[in-house]
């Protein structure tokens, strides 16, 4: 089980090393200002192995999309806790020429899925039984998304972008700090779930540094990389997870795989004072949420104000509390219920919406009447932002869930497993296990996709790319992505200040403002607790990944400090 190597005996992963160090050097000469920011393209991730990756490609002459694929796949080997082969994710793209597009490779619920799978004989949540292991896991969509997405926009060859990742997995990377300690943490449900061992069970415990090899991974990895879709969706790695669910009690057949398909949908547009938003669509509901979310407090003055003063955090927690109601009851994956989008992002409505809130007062989100409020998602979700030289720009959340998602790694193919079918609302209408309601529109059926609020967003300023955003979360992704992006349009913060503020969340229910230490001082939380706020500290809230285009055409990138991630450009 064990697989930790010395790396001073690695001859690969020095190599890895040194091309890092120079990538370094290098992209500090070319293209680069004197505060850091970059001309030529830039990567911003939850890793700095992945961030590099990716760097590579854009300098090899790929583009955005290149990167994305590499970097994704990258994140499948160095980010286990969220990168994934055996998740699912959104990608929303504008090329250089004002292009827009979106990909949906959210996973879906297996052909054999029911609506009660998840309940006891009285009816009842079972708890862990969408959360942990075979059954939790909906079928993973994202290599169908990287070849899609490839074959649409790449410009590299697919084996040059998988290529990365297959050494990486085989020679091996170091783990950071973090990934160790979560190794650790994740050891029992590791054991419990792969009885016949996994490169991420080690007999001792797991510490920084350590050099983490996964050879089944790469074998999968191979496979991709020569077959595309057909080297995970049919041959020997698709029977070595029909053979895991086999073992494990699952559902997913080899029908499931071999019928996903990643969908190209049409993102939401929306504008926030004259900056176009381009965001996701359902099956997230992530995009309608934060164009809700602008459109509610864009008549307030908010710049006057301040960041994060009493009355700003005031009118942005009355949003919230709404626009998180009406999600609960009208949104859910697009092929199987009507979304009623265009009257959800509607200025007036939203306006009409914010007409109840009262400033001497809180609301009580009991009084807000829009629906019935699904299970939050797990906050185990990964972003990045990328752009290249020509302009042309991803945005890309990816997702296995919950940390290490299932916590079931395929045995023979070394990917974990998705716990994505907690994401549908185990009991509609009813409370779910975690005391919180959910929504008919988010009922399983077999095939259909579990809603999600996932946020990859791209903005443009008078027809030109401005900022490429988004972040993990669970529930608390719009409203991360929401302040990040007025910590730049309203409160005039360069990228990296406005990812690394602290931040406030709400969601309607519970009627609570969770609030990162040091996010209000003791004036503001005076004040909104005398009218009625509850404020609960907590901690990190979201990762957020982002690039900001300066008006002297620099990239600037912010890499959330909550997590290793990286901004890497040249
Ligand atoms: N599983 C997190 C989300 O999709 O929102």
């Given at each position: 089980m064990q697989k930790t190597i010395?790396?001073?005996?690695f001859a690969p992963v020095a190599v890895i090393i040194l091309t890092a160090v120079l990538s370094a050097c290098v992209g500090g000469q070319?293209?680069?200002?004197?505060?850091?920011?970059?001309?030529n393209g830039m990567v911003v991730s939850a890793n700095a192995d992945a961030s590099l990756v990716g760097l590579n490609i854009l300098k090899k002459g790929g583009n955005a999309v290149d990167a994305a694929v590499a970097v994704q796949f990258a994140l499948a080997v160095v980010y286990p806790n969220a990168g994934n082969l055996g998740g699912g994710g959104f990608m929303v793209y504008r090329s250089a020429s004002g292009e827009i597009n979106a990909l949906d490779f959210r996973e879906k619920a297996p052909?054999?899925?029911?609506?009660?799978?998840?309940?006891?004989?009285?009816?009842?949540p079972i708890k862990e039984k969408s959360l942990d292991?075979?059954?939790?896991?909906?079928?993973?969509?994202s290599v169908a998304g990287m070849v899609a997405a490839h074959q649409k926009?790449?410009?590299?060859?697919w084996e040059e972008l998988v290529q990365p990742s297959v050494l990486l997995a085989r020679n091996g990377f170091k783990i950071t700090a973090r990934t160790a300690k979560e190794l650790n943490r994740e050891k029992e449900r590791f054991v419990k779930f792969n009885p016949l061992g996994?490169?991420?069970?080690?007999d001792g415990l797991w510490f920084e540094g350590d050099v983490l090899v996964q050879n089944e991974l790469a074998n999968t990895l191979e496979q991709i990389r020569d077959k595309g879709n057909a080297g995970f969706y049919e041959g020997p790695v698709a029977d070595s997870l029909v053979a895991e669910m086999k073992r494990g009690g699952g559902i997913m057949s080899a029908a499931d795989l071999k019928n996903y398909k990643a969908v190209w949908r049409k993102p939401v547009v929306g504008n926030y004072k004259g900056y176009k938003i381009i965001t996701m669509p359902p099956t997230s509901s992530g995009g309608i949420a934060l164009l809700q979310l602008l459109k509610s407090v864009e008549p307030f003055p908010l710049k006057r104000w301040g960041l994060n003063a009493d009355s700003t955090v005031q009118v942005m927690v009355e949003a919230e509390r709404r626009v998180y109601a009406d999600r609960a009851t009208h949104l859910g994956d697009p092929d199987f219920y009507k979304v009623p989008q265009q009257q959800l992002v509607d200025a007036a409505y939203n306006k009409s919406r914010m007409s109840s809130f009262n400033w001497a007062k809180a609301s009580l989100s009991s009084d807000i009447k829009a629906g019935l409020l699904k299970t939050p998602e797990h906050e185990e979700t990964t972003h990045f932002s990328i752009v290249d030289r020509d302009g042309n720009a991803v945005s890309l959340t990816t997702t296995l869930?919950?940390?290490?998602?299932?916590?079931v790694l395929v045995k023979g193919a070394g990917f974990l497993l998705n716990?994505?079918?907690?994401?549908?609302?185990?009991?509609?209408g009813a409370p779910n296990m975690y005391g919180l309601l959910g929504g008919e529109a988010n009922a399983i059926v077999p095939e259909k996709r579990m809603l999600s609020s996932m946020t990859p967003t791209i903005i443009e300023q008078d027809g030109k790319l401005f900022m490429v955003v988004g972040t993990p979360g669970g529930s608390t992704i719009m409203t991360s992505v929401f302040q990040t992006i007025l910590n730049v349009?309203?409160?005039?913060?360069?990228m990296q200040a406005a990812v690394t503020a602290k931040r406030f969340h709400h969601?309607?229910?519970?009627d609570a403002v969770y609030v990162e230490e040091g996010a209000l001082d003791s004036a503001a939380t005076l004040e909104l607790t005398r009218k009625g706020y509850h404020i609960v500290p907590r901690g990190a809230i979201g990762r957020v990944d982002a690039i900001l285009k300066t008006k002297w055409g620099y990239y600037q990138g912010g890499a959330d400090p909550r997590g290793d991630d990286k901004a890497l450009g040249w």
């Open positions: 010395k790396r001073k005996h070319l293209g680069k200002n004197n505060s850091g920011q970059y001309r052909g054999l899925a029911s609506r009660d799978m998840y309940l006891d004989s009285a009816g009842n292991g075979h059954l939790a896991a909906g079928v993973p969509g926009y790449g410009k590299l060859k996994t490169a991420l069970l080690k869930n919950g940390s290490y998602g299932s916590a716990n994505e079918m907690d994401d549908f609302s185990v009991k509609p349009i309203e409160f005039d913060k360069n969601q309607w229910m519970p």
